[in-house]
């Protein structure tokens, strides 16, 4: 394949510490030191997880500003610049293109509905105000638009556009994009529980939410494929399963940001529309996680 690699492995969707004064910059800066120092891959800021979405311009570009000066080259970093609006997206790219990121994670426009010639349209108008290379992101539950493998193909000829974070769930759909575009574009699990799964397929890896609280435990499942020990990368995706569903048993970010409040990462906070975890299903959570000796 003749598309850059940004990065091989796993990439940590990276939750955004925030409190009522806004984003907490002290907290985010030990997260992206514990991730690095973890061994993970690469690190991906404002992102789903990360709380993109009700970032404002001026808080968006201050934190992509802010990662990048403290992640500096010892990983890769990927800005999330997806955006409803095709211009705003245009001028996020353009921004994190500026201040030297290493990659884009382009979510698909929400609420819009785009139909799959204005997916085409948009990503193409993203990449072309881009000189770094993009990671389409296809999540379906979240946006309300799925990218069809044949949109794939023709995206596929767009020359930074690189890879696709999958997480639309089906499994047909993905290995008609594996068999479409497989040869042409990277693939990365948008699902922490299909890891092993899209490495069989040919994956080459996962952007993931259990890798913010388990950055070395997450990257070992990759490795242990990576080196023909298909069962034991299969055994950790089967020991971590339960925490994975525990994960999302409410909307992401909401667990993983009561996970990493409760591990001392920072503060339980979200902004509305979303709010604090159910409090039964966070103390199941925190069992699991006692369970496997995470404190």
Not at 64 to 84: C, Y
Not at 190 to 197: F, S
């Amino acid at each position: 394949m003749n598309k850059e690699l940004i990065f091989k492995g796993v990439g940590t969707a990276l939750i955004t510490p925030t409190n009522e004064k806004g984003v907490d910059y002290e907290k985010l800066e030990k997260l992206i030191e514990f991730q690095i120092s973890e061994g993970i891959n690469a690190i991906i800021i404002a992102g789903t997880t990360g709380e993109g979405s009700t970032l404002d311009d001026k808080e968006h570009k201050e934190l992509l500003s802010f990662a990048k000066e403290k992640i500096n080259h010892r990983v890769p970093m990927i800005a999330g610049t997806g955006s409803n609006d095709t211009n705003y997206a245009c001028s996020l790219a353009k921004y994190s293109c500026e201040i030297g990121v290493d990659g884009l994670l382009v979510v698909t426009p929400y609420y819009n509905k785009a139909t799959q010639y204005g997916l085409i349209q948009s990503y193409t108008a993203i990449a072309k105000v881009s000189n770094k290379p993009i990671i389409l992101y296809n999540v379906p539950s979240r946006t309300g638009v799925n990218i069809e493998p044949e949109t794939y193909l023709e995206l596929s000829k767009v020359d930074n556009i690189v890879g696709i974070k999958e997480a639309n769930g089906n499994l047909t759909k993905i290995m008609d994009a594996f068999n479409l575009v497989g040869d042409k574009l990277y693939i990365y699990s948008g699902n922490d529980d299909e890891i092993v799964p899209f490495l069989t397929m040919g994956g080459m890896g996962v952007i993931s939410v259990l890798s913010n609280m388990l950055p070395k435990q997450t990257v070992e499942i990759c490795d242990k494929f990576f080196a023909g020990d298909v069962k034991a990368s299969r055994d950790l995706q089967i020991k971590y399963l339960p925490l994975i569903r525990a994960l999302f048993s409410e909307v992401n970010p909401i667990p993983i940001k009561s996970a990493m409040a409760k591990l001392g990462y920072c503060d339980n906070y979200l902004r509305l529309p979303l709010t604090p975890m159910d409090k039964a299903k966070e103390e199941k959570m925190f069992k699991i996680m006692n369970d496997l000796g995470i404190k």
